[in-house]
T-cell receptor
Framework: GAGVSQSPSNKVTEKGKDVELRCDPI?????LYWYRQSLGQGLEFLIY????????KSGLPSDRFSAERTGGSVSTLTIQRTQQEDSAVYLC?????????????FGSGTRLTVV | QQQVKQSPQSLIVQKGGISIINCAYE??????FPWYQQFPGKGPALLIA?????SEKKEGRFTISFNKSAKQFSLHIMDSQPGDSATYFC?????????????FGGGTRLMVKP
């Protein structure tokens, strides 16, 4: 597609359940990023994939969070044993290559609510 | 060294006024400075960007001013309109460094009153 697609757009889950969030980047974009945005707050970096290199996981807040990127394209962010503090909008972005001036293209995000 | 500090956190401007958002950085290796605009329920979208070889870049009502010696850059929105009400993020990165990502400022929530 023309943009970054994220699904689902909204997810309500019970505390303790696992959730999977999906990101389809722009075709040909080798770099993919996940961010978290709490209500009215800034962008919290979670994880970054660049081509076939090992991902930069330095932003993941706990070992309940993990992500993978299959075939250099679609990425899935998994949150295990969700907690109420995990409630936020999870944003995915992609870019042609990291470290260029091409900029990031963001998806519209997945709004996660843990009840 | 990787921080980008953005101010103010929120801003209220009358329609027709000038909105000014400021950012400061520490890492002198940064050489790409974009601004992103985010409307409620949407992801941030690239608005305008500047490289440090110029001191100003203008696109319509939006202007980036860049001061390399002070390590500061700012976004000016001329003739601000209610439709400009959004959250704005500045960012910085190093071009041609494949391991380097954008470092974002904390965001500014702009409200333009009719």
């Amino acid at each position: 597609g023309a943009g970054v697609s994220q699904s689902p757009s909204n997810k309500v889950t019970e505390k303790g359940k696992d959730v999977e969030l999906r990101c389809d980047p722009i075709s040909g974009h080798t770099a993919l990023y996940w961010y978290r945005q709490s209500l009215g707050q800034g962008l919290e970096f979670l994880i970054y994939f660049q081509g076939n290199s090992a991902p930069d996981k330095s932003g993941l807040p706990s070992d309940r969070f993990s992500a993978e990127r299959t075939g250099g394209s679609v990425s899935t962010l998994t949150i295990q044993r969700t907690q109420q503090e995990d409630s936020a909008v999870y944003l995915c972005a992609s870019s042609l290559v990291a470290g260029t001036s091409s900029g990031y293209t963001f998806g519209s995000g997945t709004r996660l609510t843990v009840v | 060294q990787q921080q980008v500090k953005q101010s103010p956190q929120s801003l209220i401007v009358q329609k027709g006024g000038i909105s000014i958002i400021n950012c400061a950085y520490e890492n002198t290796a940064f050489d790409y400075f974009p601004w992103y605009q985010q409307f409620p329920g949407k992801g941030p979208a690239l608005l305008i960007a500047i490289r440090p070889d110029v001191s100003e870049k203008k696109e319509g009502r939006f202007t980036i001013s860049f001061n390399k010696s002070a390590k500061q850059f700012s976004l000016h929105i001329m003739d601000s309109q209610p439709g400009d009400s959004a959250t704005y993020f500045c960012a910085a990165s190093i071009v041609n460094n494949a391991g380097n990502m954008l470092t974002f400022g904390g965001g500014t929530r702009l409200m333009v009153k009719p």
